[in-house]
């Protein structure tokens, strides 16, 4: 049963959503099948989840008592069980949207010829939904319904007609989803070479482009995020995005705005990787619009990849003081189980940073990883203390070692480049630096020039101070 798609919704459910449930499955309007309501019982008071504590042998004696195992018998009691689960969640859903609950009374009502109490439901929902600090495209599309429902209401034509109204809120909602999916298409494609082709996106381009949607911030905000994928080198794009980014935390749920946000810290990402480096101070002051307003929290956790990414913009900017009090203030936001490799990586770069050589082989001694590019950075990290600490004996074995670990992950064919350049062009610095090798003034000239010139190459400029 662990495998089982009931138990992996069941195990979803809050502590609160379980004790709704639970009056769910006990109720005989929703559920009217005993067996379910010990199927619940058995899995509510399981300590543990394991496979043998959820053995579907035992829940059919639980359920059944002493009746032989009938498999066909348990799985349809499962199949019952999930579909009263699934039941209770999608009223729980609806039950969360108020408009939603007032827009179907107040069609209830007038469907049964009560127009009075029609009206004042619709009246309710549209309160409510004006209320809702979200301005997204469902509310529009709701705001659309409504007006629908409003001029169904209005039988006799006694008032103008609201058409205008429900044309301009339909308009906004599909104009708002067109330019999200168009993002989303130009990510994707990307990546994955794909040609989409949306209908009517180039009219609602020409549009925005044009003024028409000037008066709505979030049409004009989706507008240029779209332009900044479609189009990296168009800085104007950009800068309206950015000026109009702190308005979508009152108009897009967090998912939504996490989405928006990770637009543009891409974008300046891609502009750093090519050597455009006033873009490094824009990626850390998103990240810490992203940090005001929690976007970087899933389920009440900072993603770890976030966290690493924060620290690393900072570093670069030489804002040490600032990396210290976030590394306090968030490291414990970390998921239990990444906490402790991510904040001593973290803590290691921050040495790095402050010439505590010694701290960073503590920190990052005996530490292992599960992702291949951290474990990328530790090295690269170590490479550095050795070179700068003229350990060469140590550096030499150890940048043999790092090459051979590139060539062993398969999977950084699209990244191996920048870290074979890194070690080769270490290698070179080390042999002169140990006085291995003697350099003349025109070979090193020669050797700063191909360090200038070499693509990908991350730790460029550490390179080149070297020298």
Avoid at 33 to 58: C, P, Y
Wanted: hydrophobic share 40%; net charge neutral; aromatic share 14%.
């Amino acid at each position: 049963m662990i495998q089982s798609k009931l138990f992996a919704l069941f195990q979803t459910l809050s502590p609160a959503e379980k004790r709704r449930f639970k009056k769910w499955v006990h109720s005989p309007i929703h559920n009217n099948n005993a067996q379910i309501v010990a199927l619940f019982v058995f899995l509510d008071t399981r300590t543990t989840f394991t496979d043998r504590s959820l053995k579907r042998e035992r829940a059919f004696v639980f359920v059944y008592g002493n009746e032989p195992y009938d498999d066909l018998k348990m799985r349809r009691l499962m199949s019952e069980f999930l579909d009263v689960l699934e039941a209770f969640l999608a009223y729980e859903a609806w039950h969360n949207h108020h408009s939603e609950q007032w827009l179907a009374l107040a069609k209830t009502y007038r469907q049964r010829q009560l127009t009075t109490e029609a009206g004042a439901y619709l009246q309710k929902a549209e309160q409510e939904l004006d209320e809702q600090p979200l301005r997204d495209a469902q509310y529009f599309l709701m705001h659309y319904r409504l007006q629908e429902e409003r001029l169904v209401q209005n039988l006799a034509r006694d008032s103008a007609l609201n058409l205008q109204e429900m044309a301009d809120n339909l308009t906004r909602f599909f104009v708002l989803e067109l330019l999200r999916n168009a993002c989303s298409a130009a990510s994707h494609a990307a990546i994955y070479r794909v040609d989409y082709q949306l209908p009517y996106l180039e009219t609602v381009l020409e549009d925005c482009a044009a003024g028409r949607y000037d008066d709505s911030p979030l049409i004009r905000l989706y507008y240029h995020r779209y332009r900044c994928l479609q189009n990296p080198a168009a800085g104007e794009h950009f800068l309206a995005y950015k000026q109009l980014l702190p308005i979508a935390p009152q108009c897009l749920s967090r998912a939504e705005l996490r989405d928006m946000l990770l637009v543009g810290i891409n974008y300046c990402i891609r502009r750093l990787n090519t050597d455009e480096s006033s873009f490094l101070r824009e990626v850390f002051e998103l990240y810490k619009f992203g940090l005001a307003e929690g976007t970087f929290l899933e389920n009440g956790f900072l993603s770890r990849f976030s966290y690493k990414n924060i620290v690393a913009a900072a570093l670069k900017l030489g804002e040490t003081a600032w990396v210290e009090h976030f590394l306090e203030t968030n490291s414990p936001l970390l998921a239990p189980e990444f906490r402790n490799h991510y904040e001593r990586f973290c803590r290691a770069k921050l040495s790095y940073q402050n010439g505590d050589y010694d701290q960073v082989q503590t920190l990052l001694q005996d530490l292992t990883f599960d992702d291949v590019f951290l474990e990328l950075d530790a090295r690269v990290s170590l490479m550095k203390v050795y070179f700068e600490t003229g350990k060469w004996r140590l550096l030499e074995g150890f940048l043999t070692s790092f090459e051979r670990f590139v060539s062993r992950k398969k999977m950084l064919a699209y990244h191996a480049p920048t870290y074979r350049n890194i070690i080769q062009f270490t290698g070179k610095l080390m042999q002169w630096k140990s006085g291995k090798k003697k350099l003349s003034e025109e070979e090193l000239r020669s050797l700063q020039h191909q360090i200038s010139v070499t693509k990908p190459l991350s730790e460029r400029e550490w390179l080149l101070k070297t020298i």
